[in-house]
């Protein structure tokens, strides 16, 4: 079983937005807290935005102003809302927990973002 799926990516235009999301299992939701990275074509995956404890969230300064991460705790979900898109936010996003990224099995399918008129 997954544990981590997320949705919500597909062809945007520059300057659009889009809302992803990430439903996590039950366990890892209310124990971790997470985090969406970004793996552009032919680059390693990168973090862009993560949950903090106890303070505001932290953003690559590439996307910062213009992607929130926010969580639902009714639907053990976790969202990142991507606005004023770039072509540079292309790729595909996934969630995980930064203390769960070193264990290959944990990581999902991702959601693959295009950013193109």
């Known amino acids: 079983q997954a544990l981590f799926v997320e949705s919500g990516g597909g062809l945007v235009q520059p300057g659009g937005s889009l809302r992803l999301s990430c439903v996590a299992s039950?366990?890892?939701?209310?124990?971790?807290?997470l985090a969406w990275y970004h793996q552009a074509p032919g680059e390693q995956r990168e973090w862009v935005a993560v949950e903090t404890t106890g303070g505001a969230p932290k953003y690559r300064d590439s996307v910062k102003g213009r992607f929130t991460i926010s969580r639902d705790n009714t639907k053990n979900t976790v969202y990142l809302r991507m606005d004023n898109v770039k072509p540079e936010d292309t790729g595909v996003y996934y969630c995980?927990?930064?203390?769960?990224?070193?264990?290959?099995?944990?990581w999902g399918q991702g959601t693959q973002v295009t950013v193109s008129s």
């Open positions: 039950g366990d890892i939701f209310s124990t971790y807290r």
């Open positions: 995980n927990s930064p203390l769960l990224i070193r264990q290959p099995h944990t």
